[in-house]
């Protein structure tokens, strides 16, 4: 390793896990966050012990009366007295302790032994860096590369993550809207349709704003050999939900507003039509049937009508599944369809009710946790539908609309299920949200890996330094701070919590903001060579007649 001393260490820190150097840093090459190293003697062998400074405090500086006149730089005051200028001043370092990068673990061990007065503490090198930081190695299998260190040269220190880290303690993207948190989730879905991975990806997007991905099927860097990524879009128009595919739960979020009576009968009416049909397939006409088979009150045969309960329970179901594109009584989903190796879906929900969607997602999450434990347990075959012999990954845009804190959604109790219960069967979630605030903590908690983008809400601040327990708070004072497409990354799939610059799109990406005054000259210029257009065909009299009119109407 290439050694830089840029200080000395003055002495411990105010925590047991920090120390303070004295550097004079005349380059500013010692920023916020950067990697230093000093040398330590751990199990009889010196090793470099690895520290990211948290802190800068200038304790020599110019004194207050060189800027006294502001037309005058202190520099040249400080060379007319006989000071050395900028070589005079120092600044204290508060370096919090890595550890050693162990290469049998994986991960940094605390030798938990301050380093000596008077060390020499070194900056450390961009190879070094690339080789400790990141759990995988750029292009490598089970590698996400998703961007490179930030306080280096763009691309000097590549960072990637540990997919198996993510998918198997799941993954939550945080940000501001225009922190680029849309741009992140389609760089690593990039990743995951690279060769190196193959992954089996569903992605719930609720703006329809990754269709651009399909442009990866044509691309060179995604393809291997006989590999090449598949992108199915499935169109609001194109989305079904089997209605016998609903739980009790579904239907009783699809009906709001039910009585006692109408809960009661509406139970009955469900697990009837689940025990008199076969396979538990049965038709919306069936379930009404069902709902009238169980009424408690009696019908009126001569006018042919139910009982208030009846007729109102009736009314609601047919209103909600009847007069719906999406609840279908044969159609559905099929989870082939959704899943396989090599593949993102995209289910696109931009045109869907909120309600609906939330209905839609859970059904999903359910069946395909249903179908992969099912599986994992040898209760299905390959001749089966619900046979799933892979891992799957489902990332989940504007969470906080599926899992809503304080509020009852339907999904929020399937993604606590999956969350908690998942990681068991191969099924793992990401999170994507804007206000974390509003996302159910026990969902944020769960989620192990975290890329956290620019936050400014207070609200949203501190619900991430409550959910969030690898992050420091030296990083979470960064938070507002970050400009567009800086990240903090920390959890299961790095070694440490890290600060990175996330690289460029291979495709388009779909997530842009409209340009109102652009597109408003563009239609005024359009509207305008329209009417010229229109004026010139017309007959020279006609157009004198249009005139005059014009004339006396603006008279």
Known sequence: MTQLCIGTVKGPGETPNEFTIIAPDPERRVKHGEFVYYYAYVDGEERPILGRITARRAVKIYPDGFMADPTVPPREVAALLGF?????????????????HHQAFGDFINPRVPPEGGAPVYIADDDYLADVLSKRKRAERGSAHLGSLLSREPGAVPLALDVQGFTSTHLAIIASTG?????????????????????????????????????????????EGNYKPKVRIFRPDMIRVRIDSLSLADLRYLLPNLSEKMHYQLTRAFNFARRSSKNNHYTLEQFLYAIRQVAEGKR????????????????????????????????????????EPGQVTVVQLNEVDQREQQVIAATMLRRIYQARMDTAKGKVTREDKGYVPFPVFCLLEEAHNYAPANADAVSSDVLKTVLSEGRKFGVSVGLISQRPGKLDSDVLSQCMTQCIMRITNPIDQNRIAESVESVGRDLLRELPSLSKGQVIVSGASVNTPVLLRVRSRITTHGGESVNAPEEWAQWFERDQAALNAR???????????????GDILFA
């Open 84 to 100: 050395q200028g900028q070589d005079d001043e120092l600044f204290e370092l508060t370096v919090a302790v890595l550890g050693y």
């Open 300 to 339: 009126d045969e001569e006018e042919g009508e139910d009982d208030p309960t009846t007729g109102a329970l009736i009314w609601r179901v047919n209103s909600a599944l009847r007069n719906s594109s999406i609840f279908n009584d044969f159609e559905n989903l099929e989870l082939d369809e959704l899943f």
């Open 535 to 549: 004026d010139s065909a017309l007959p020279i009299d006609r157009r004198a007649d249009q005139e005059e009119d």
């Open 179 to 223: 922190s680029g948190k849309s741009y992140l989730a389609g760089v690593l879905l990039e990743e995951l349709m690279m060769p190196y991975n193959r992954a089996a990806v569903m992605v719930i997007d609720p703006h329809g704003e990754y269709n651009t991905l399909q442009e990866a099927q044509n691309l060179a860097a995604f393809a």
